[in-house]
C-alpha cells in the first residue's frame, strides 16, 4: 500500500464516531434517550469515542506530517493545522456566542448547558486555549475542548519531530510516558488536574500517542508484509466487539477506559485498513462522504441543539426529544448543515488561510 494514498475507511470510521458522540451529547443535553437499543453504547459511554478520535488523529498526522519531506516543516505544518481546524471553529464560537446572549438577554433565560460564557473564556476558545487549566469549566461550543486540547498536542508533535527521528522518538516517549503516569492516577476521563493542568490534556496526550506509536509500528512491520485477512477481520470483529459491549454496559471503569483506547482502538484502525469485509462497508459512499464532513458534523452538533432550545423557549413549544423520528431527523438536520459548513467555511476558510499563511497545498489525508 502506498503511504500516500487517503484511507477513505478511516474517514468512515471518524464519520461513525462523530455520531456516537452526537448520541453521548444528545441524551445528556436533552435528557432523553430514543431508539435505546441501537444507541445504548452512545447514551452510556459515548465520551470515550473523543479517545477513538485522538488515536486516529496521531495515526493520521504521524502518516501526514513524519516524513522525510515534511517533519522539517514545522512553520508550513503548523500554519497547515491552524488552517485546518480554526475557521469552522471560530465561525461555531461565534455561532453560539449569538444564541447563548439572545438565550441570556432577550429571552431572560439561564444558558443552555454551559454557562461560562464570558469575556474571558470567549478570548480562550478564540486562542484555543479553552481546555488547558485556564478554564473555569465548559464554554460556548463545549465540544470543541478536544479541539484545544489536540491543537496544543499537535503543536508539540510537530515541534518534536523537527529533530532526527531517534531525538523525536525519545521526546515523544517522554511526553507519553508523563501523561500515562497521569492518566493512570486521574482516569482516562476525568475533571481532575496536574500542576494546574487539565486532565484532558493528558488524556490527549495518550490517546494521540498511541495513534503515532501505532503507524510507526505500521509503517516498519505490517505494510511491508501485510496482514492475513483471517487475522485482519478477526481484529476488526473483536476491536469493535469488545468496544460496544464495554459502552453498552454502561459502568464508568476508568482503568477499563484506558485498556479500550489502548488495545481496541488500534485493533479497529488495523484491522479497518487491512480486512477486506471491513474496507467493503467502510468504503461505501455515504460513510466516506460522511466521513469527510465529519469535522462539521462534530462541531455544528451542539449548535444546532442549542437553537433548537432557543426556539423553543421563544415559541413555547414542547419538542418532542423522545420521539424516535425526532432524533432521525435532528441527525438529518446535522448532517445536512455539515454539508453546508464544509462546502461554505471548512473548504474556503482553509484555502484563505493557507493562502495567507502561506501553508502547503498537500492533499494528504490529514484530520
Known amino acids: 500500500m502506498n503511504d500516500k494514498e487517503r484511507l477513505h475507511e478511516l474517514d468512515s470510521l471518524r464519520a461513525l464516531a462523530a455520531i456516537g458522540v452526537i448520541g453521548w451529547h444528545y441524551t445528556g443535553h436533552f435528557r432523553a434517550s430514543p431508539l ?70 432577550q429571552l431572560a433565560s439561564v444558558p443552555f448547558i454551559y454557562t461560562f460564557n464570558d469575556k474571558r473564556d470567549f478570548v480562550l476558545h478564540l486562542f484555543l486555549l479553552n481546555r488547558t487549566g485556564l478554564e473555569r469549566g465548559f464554554s460556548f461550543n463545549a465540544p470543541a475542548w478536544s479541539i484545544s486540547t489536540e491543537f496544543i498536542i499537535n503543536t508539540i508533535f510537530l515541534l518534536a519531530i523537527v529533530f532526527s527521528r531517534r531525538v523525536a522518538t525519545i521526546i515523544l516517549s517522554i511526553i507519553f510516558a508523563i501523561g500515562l503516569a497521569v492518566v493512570l492516577r486521574n482516569g482516562l476521563i476525568s475533571n481532575a488536574t496536574m500542576a494546574g493542568i487539565d486532565n484532558d490534556i493528558f488524556r490527549t496526550i495518550v490517546g494521540f500517542f498511541v495513534g503515532v506509536a501505532l503507524h510507526r509500528c505500521h509503517a516498519k512491520f505490517i505494510a511491508p508484509h501485510g496482514l492475513r ?67 462539521s458534523i462534530y462541531l455544528v452538533h451542539y449548535p444546532l441543539q442549542l437553537a433548537i432550545h432557543v426556539v423553543s423557549v421563544a415559541t413555547g413549544i414542547i419538542i418532542p426529544y423522545g420521539n424516535p423520528l425526532f432524533l432521525v431527523g435532528f441527525l438529518l438536520l446535522v448532517i445536512a448543515t455539515a454539508s453546508l459548513t464544509y462546502a461554505v467555511i471548512e473548504i474556503p476558510g482553509k484555502r484563505f488561510l493557507k493562502h495567507k499563511l502561506g501553508g502547503s497545498r498537500s492533499s494528504a489525508q490529514v484530520v
Not at 473523543?50 to 515534511?70: P, Q
Open 36 to 105: 435505546p437499543q441501537l444507541m445504548a453504547p452512545f447514551y452510556h459511554h459515548g465520551l470515550l469515542l473523543v479517545d477513538f478520535f485522538f488515536v486516529l488523529s496521531g495515526f493520521v498526522l504521524s502518516r501526514t506530517y513524519w516524513t522525510a519531506e515534511r517533519s522539517g516543516l514545522f512553520a508550513q505544518n503548523f500554519r497547515d493545522r491552524i488552517a485546518r481546524l480554526y475557521p469552522l471553529h471560530f465561525t461555531m464560537l461565534l455561532v453560539v456566542a449569538a444564541l447563548q446572549w439572545y438565550l441570556a438577554h
Open 229 to 295: 485477512e483471517g487475522f485482519s477481520t478477526l481484529l476488526s470483529i473483536v476491536g469493535m466487539s469488545a468496544f460496544l459491549y464495554y459502552c453498552t454496559n454502561g459502568a464508568n471503569y476508568q482503568r477499563l477506559d484506558l485498556v479500550v483506547a489502548v488495545l481496541c482502538f488500534p485493533a479497529i484502525i488495523i484491522g479497518a485498513i487491512h480486512g477486506s469485509a471491513a474496507k467493503r462497508v467502510l468504503n461505501f459512499p455515504i460513510l466516506t462522504y460522511l466521513g469527510t464532513i465529519s469535522y
